[in-house]
């Protein structure tokens, strides 16, 4: 059985596993009992760092966690990281980083975890309706409750992630500790300014979609517009669609075709490749089932030799994307073309 290493959270005093255990799927599109299985063997695996969120399936996917800490008895083995700002209800203040909707939200996250206390609790997105001192005030305030340990943000700007950090500091709030954000051999845009803040302020980063939604399997093949992969999240949702384009594809499948002449799953690849990135805690797998799991888990201990990681570097350079993993960031001038969108031509 693969041995899952533990790293710190960036200049924190948290250790965690350098695999994240990425639980969106779960009540949705996988089962209350599939969800669980993978919970069991994630934590039999040494997998011990999980992330949600309130907004995975309404609710669910939290419950499903909670359900899991009760059943299993393993809760102080884990460290439990979910997010809030995403829309909860329908009321005005049902959504956002205000005071009101955080100290709501978060009693309903320890609700629905069955926890006293959660573990990393991230803004989901950044909120300009809201002043940043109301949500790092009560951020803090948290953390002296002991109803969250520690905090951080998801896909901020270097700008918003820099603004974050200063005001804790003079104000002598506990400051963030981590950002999550795309990062996948198709969007290495991280790479650029926001790398910068997060290595100067001691951040971790933990990478969401290292498998690119899935292209990086090598398995959509030359996706377009009238030929999708049934059942694909690219087919079910427009904002995945913005995700990939005809070049994006392209580069997906050499990518596989790279991997396997060096001995590689694909995916094991790919989310090995972000491990390996200086800056990056641990990359967040997203398994829809346990032998999607069971699939990724030697990801934790495989290093990508130099020529394969040379010839990466010239399928997308560093700093560059051929898909848009920021189209929904809210902060982003422009965007890279989608399937929707796309004529064919270069990203």
């Known amino acids: 059985m693969t041995t899952v290493p533990f790293v710190p959270l960036g200049r924190s005093g948290l250790k965690v596993s350098v695999l994240c255990l990425g639980c969106m799927n779960f009540g949705e599109s996988t089962s209350e009992v599939?969800?669980?299985?993978?919970?069991?063997?994630?934590?039999?695996?040494?997998?011990?760092?999980?992330?949600?969120?309130?907004?995975y399936g309404a609710g669910r996917s939290?419950?499903?966690l909670g359900k899991a800490f009760q059943t299993f008895g393993f809760r102080d083995d884990i460290v439990l990281a979910t997010k809030v700002n995403g829309t909860m209800g329908p009321g005005p203040n049902d959504r956002g980083l205000s005071r009101?909707?955080?100290?709501?939200?978060?009693?309903?996250?320890?609700?629905?975890?069955?926890?006293?206390?959660?573990?990393?609790?991230?803004?989901?997105?950044?909120?300009?309706?809201?002043?940043?001192?109301?949500?790092?005030?009560?951020?803090?305030?948290?953390?002296?409750?002991?109803?969250?340990?520690?905090?951080?943000?998801?896909?901020?700007?270097?700008?918003?992630?820099?603004?974050?950090?200063?005001?804790?500091?003079?104000?002598?709030?506990?400051?963030?500790?981590?950002?999550?954000?795309?990062?996948?051999?198709?969007?290495?845009?991280?790479?650029?300014?926001?790398?910068?803040?997060?290595?100067?302020?001691?951040?971790?980063?933990?990478?969401?979609?290292?498998l690119a939604g899935g292209q990086l399997t090598g398995k959509y093949g030359?996706?377009?517009?009238?030929?999708?992969?049934?059942?694909?999240?690219?087919?079910?949702q427009a904002m995945w669609r913005q995700r990939t384009n005809r070049s994006a594809a392209e580069v997906?499948?050499?990518?596989?075709?790279?991997?396997?002449?060096?001995?590689?799953?694909?995916?094991?690849?790919?989310?090995?490749?972000?491990?390996?990135?200086?800056?990056?805690?641990?990359?967040?797998?997203?398994p829809r089932t346990l032998e999607q799991f069971r699939e990724l888990l030697p990801a934790a201990t495989v290093n990508l030799p130099e020529s394969l990681l040379t010839a990466l570097d010239d399928l997308v350079p560093p700093g560059t994307a051929v898909a848009d993993f920021l189209n929904n960031a809210g902060w982003q001038i422009g965007h890279l073309p989608g399937l929707d969108d796309d004529r064919g031509g270069t990203a």
């Open 34 to 55: 599939d969800s669980l299985e993978i919970l069991r063997q994630a934590h039999e695996s040494g997998v011990t760092f999980w992330d949600t969120a309130n907004v």
């Open 62 to 64: 939290e419950e499903i």
């Open 100 to 210: 009101r909707h955080l100290r709501h939200a978060v009693e309903q996250s320890l609700r629905r975890l069955q926890t006293n206390t959660i573990d990393l609790y991230q803004m989901h997105r950044y909120d300009p309706t809201v002043p940043l001192d109301e949500t790092l005030e009560t951020l803090d305030t948290l953390v002296q409750e002991g109803k969250i340990r520690y905090y951080g943000t998801s896909t901020f700007a270097s700008w918003q992630m820099a603004d974050a950090s200063w005001r804790a500091n003079v104000n002598h709030w506990v400051p963030p500790v981590c950002e999550q954000a795309p990062y996948n051999l198709l969007d290495r845009r991280i790479e650029n300014d926001r790398a910068g803040f997060l290595a100067q302020a001691g951040w971790g980063l933990i990478a969401w979609s290292p």
């Open 222 to 236: 030359k996706v377009a517009p009238d030929n999708l992969p049934k059942g694909a999240r690219i087919e079910r």
């Open 252 to 286: 997906a499948l050499t990518f596989a075709e790279l991997a396997r002449e060096h001995g590689l799953a694909p995916a094991v690849a790919a989310v090995a490749w972000v491990r390996q990135r200086p800056l990056v805690t641990a990359p967040i797998i997203g």
